[in-house]
């Protein structure tokens, strides 16, 4: 069983920038797609950047071009560069080890303020 964690998630004003990492632990993620995700309180956790086992990324249309998803198999981490944040993406960030044996790590918080 795949153990994920996340950091890097805090209190930012309008226009800042945060980097998230989400470390694995228990077992490789070398072979697997990975996903951020964020939810809002009373919302549907929706998808926000996915990156495959050799690199190919997919954005969610709101963050295209602001965000970069991206991971280090040898330190079995994944990472969400989040710049020109906008109130809109407060949430509550998690990571995902896609497929039928899927693992969440617990979420951390990203508040960003007018």
């Known amino acids: 069983q795949v153990q994920l964690v996340e950091s890097g998630g ?3 004003q309008a226009g800042g920038s945060l ?3 989400c470390a694995a632990s228990g077992s490789t993620i070398r072979y697997n ?10 919302k549907q956790r929706e998808l926000v950047a996915t990156i ?3 690199g190919v990324t997919n954005y969610a ?6 965000f970069t998803i991206s991971r280090d198999n040898a330190k079995n981490t994944l990472y969400l560069q989040m710049n020109s944040l906008k109130p809109e993406d407060t949430a509550v960030y998690y990571c995902k080890k896609l497929g ?3 693992a969440w790590g617990q979420g ?7």
Not at 33 to 42: A, D, F, H, I
Not at 61 to 66: E, L, Y
């Open 52 to 54: 495959g086992s050799v």
């Open 10 to 12: 805090g209190e930012v």
């Open 19 to 21: 980097k998230l990492s």
């Open 108 to 114: 951390t918080q990203v508040t960003v303020s007018s």
């Open 61 to 66: 249309d709101s963050v295209k071009g602001r």
């Open 100 to 102: 039928p044996y899927e």
């Open 33 to 42: 797609t990975m996903g951020w995700y964020r939810q809002v309180p009373g």
